[in-house]
């Protein structure tokens, strides 16, 4: 299958989770954590974030650093990502700043019922906001028909950013080619905070590990990435 090389971000806290209950983000990086995120951002092509993100922190999905949208605007790129939502009910706010910034536009893939809700919910933006489209995935959206569509579209890297359910989806297919996880200096420690994963058919086993590729310390956050599958890099 045609579908582009695929990285998973996560931040984690040292008992797995990606966030607390509280109203605000929890902040699991340091800034230097956050300046190699926004350059691996700025080497891709889309960005994509599950619906539980966008409810939960109404993220831009942008290239901060002024000189990575400079070197991508002077390769004849767009300055920043197509972004890229999943969702199943097809249920978000249309004024997310997920959808009014940027300058590359915005897929949603949704399936069932949630395409017509999806469709709706865009219907009355602003016409001066960047082009998003709703595309159909299947009932659930699989991975497989959103890395199929995406590549169809010519993104040949794709950085999925969360949440838990997300990266669940997309470990437990099978189709994604690394793993770059940060792991924050402390403890959660609440039942009911995100995790970064949830209870799944997760290819990597025992039997069949992932491959670490590189462990590096930023500060006091520990840097991980591991190679998941048969792709070229990592
Ligand atoms: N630390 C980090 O690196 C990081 C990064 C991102 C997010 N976060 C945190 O993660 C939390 C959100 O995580 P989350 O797990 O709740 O949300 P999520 O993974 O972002 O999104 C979950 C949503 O995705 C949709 N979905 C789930 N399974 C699906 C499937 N098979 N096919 C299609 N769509 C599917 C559903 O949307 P519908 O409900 O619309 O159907 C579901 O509610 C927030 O607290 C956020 O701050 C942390």
């Keep these: 299958m045609d579908r582009p090389y695929t990285i998973l971000s996560c931040a984690a806290s040292v008992d797995g989770r990606i966030d607390d209950t509280g109203p605000r983000r929890l902040r699991l990086s340091n800034e230097a954590d956050f300046a190699e995120i926004d350059e691996l951002r700025a080497g891709c092509d889309a960005i994509l974030v599950g619906a539980g993100t966008l409810r939960a922190d109404d993220p831009r999905l942008l290239v901060r650093s002024p000189l990575l949208r400079e070197r991508r605007r002077a390769r004849g790129r767009t300055e920043n ?3 890229v939502l999943v969702t199943r ?7 997310a700043r997920f959808f009014s910034t940027g300058d590359a ?3 949603v893939y949704t399936g069932g019922t949630g395409v017509g809700t999806a469709r709706r919910a865009l219907e009355g933006r602003p016409a001066d906001d960047p082009p998003a489209e ?7 959206p699989t991975a497989k028909a959103i890395l199929a569509d995406l590549a169809g579209r010519g993104v040949s890297r794709l950085l999925v950013e969360g949440g838990g359910h997300v990266h669940t989806l997309f470990l437990t297919s099978g ?3 690394e793993l770059r996880l940060a792991v924050a200096p402390f403890f959660v420690g609440e039942e009911e905070a995100p995790r970064f994963v949830l209870p799944g058919a ?3 086993t025992f039997d069949a590990p992932m491959r670490l590729v590189e462990a590096r310390a930023l500060g006091d956050v520990a ?4 190679r998941l599958g048969a792709g070229e890099e990592a």
């Design 81 to 83: 990502l197509l972004k």
């Design 89 to 95: 009910s097809g249920e978000f706010s249309p004024e």
């Design 105 to 107: 536009g915005a897929v």
């Design 134 to 140: 709703v595309v159909d995935a299947g009932d659930p």
């Design 175 to 177: 189709l994604a080619d």
């Design 202 to 204: 997760f290819p990597y």
């Design 223 to 226: 840097v991980l990435r591991y």
